[in-house]
């Protein structure tokens, strides 16, 4: 089962909250109700994820809108997997799901984004992310007082 992670639905509920905020701070905006009643009803069965592929239709495609404004993919170009590592150094996907990533459903990639994320320990996530890190806070101090900062590069 593809699955959509709780955290997931709220990052669309909050998505959409800011795109289509409530008229009278009661009513909520078809997109939005659809996604509430995914995560009611994850909350009363204390599930974690949602399926999908059962998933109600108004509900997926309120989720796949912000979906579609997150990263595709993780890589950042240092592929190990190339070199025979079971897990990328660069992006932390094992070569099974490098090579399937173009036909893998979003609540399947959305899965690998999670467990990245939580075991940290690849480059994107530690000296590409202290660099990140670094270059914004230089240029904001090479900015003059009162001005925005410049745009970073990706």
């Known amino acids: 089962m593809a699955g959509i992670h709780i955290t ?22 078809a997109p939005l109700r659809a996604l509430a009643e ?20 108004a509900a997926w495609q309120a989720w796949k809108v912000w979906y579609d404004t997150t990263p595709d993919t993780p890589c950042i170009a240092i592929c190990s997997t190339n070199q025979g590592d079971a897990v990328c150094k660069g992006c932390g996907r094992t070569h099974e799901e490098v090579t399937r ?11 690998v984004w999670r467990r990245i994320l939580r075991e940290g320990d690849a480059l994107r996530f530690t000296v590409y992310a202290e660099r990140a890190v670094e270059r914004r806070a ?17």
């Open 38 to 57: 995914v995560y009611a009803l994850l909350i009363h069965y204390g599930e974690e994820e949602a399926d999908e592929h059962t998933m109600p239709r």
């Open 8 to 29: 997931d639905i709220e990052a669309a509920i909050n998505y959409w909250r800011q795109r289509q905020p409530s008229p009278d701070g009661v009513t909520l905006p």
């Open 101 to 111: 990533w173009p036909a893998m459903s979003p609540g399947e990639k959305r899965a």
């Open 138 to 154: 230089a240029a904001v101090s090479a900015e003059p007082a009162g001005q925005p900062p410049a745009p970073s590069r990706p």
